[in-house]
């Protein structure tokens, strides 16, 4: 399972994701996922996803965040931080 991640990574972001052993580290290693990450950050699931999985995750580019309603995304960011 995690060649076949590997090997996925690769073919999206190119050979430096192989160097990425976790979906966080895959993320964060590609400035169009930043609002993801800052999201899964906030969201405290960066410890989660660090680990042994298996996880599925739908990630979208930054474009996607942009293209929601304009404040969308800071309200969402801020209910997690108001329910810590």
């Known amino acids: 399972m995690k060649t076949l991640l590997k090997a996925a990574?690769?073919?999206l972001f190119g050979t430096t994701a192989v160097?990425?052993?976790t979906i966080v580290?895959?993320?964060?290693?590609?400035?169009r996922f930043s609002t993801l990450v800052t999201a899964v950050t906030t969201a405290g699931?960066?410890?989660?996803?660090?680990?042994?999985g298996p996880f599925t995750v739908y990630a979208p580019l930054n474009d996607a965040f942009?293209?929601?309603?304009?404040g969308t995304v800071e309200t969402l960011l801020q209910l997690r931080t108001a329910n810590n």
Do not use: C, F, H, K
């Not at 699931?45 to 042994?52: D, K, R, W, Y």
């Open 9 to 11: 990574a690769v073919a």
């Open 66 to 70: 942009a293209a929601l309603p304009e």
């Open 19 to 21: 160097q990425a052993n």
């Open 25 to 31: 580290e895959i993320a964060a290693g590609d400035d």
């Open 45 to 52: 699931l960066a410890e989660t996803l660090s680990g042994p």
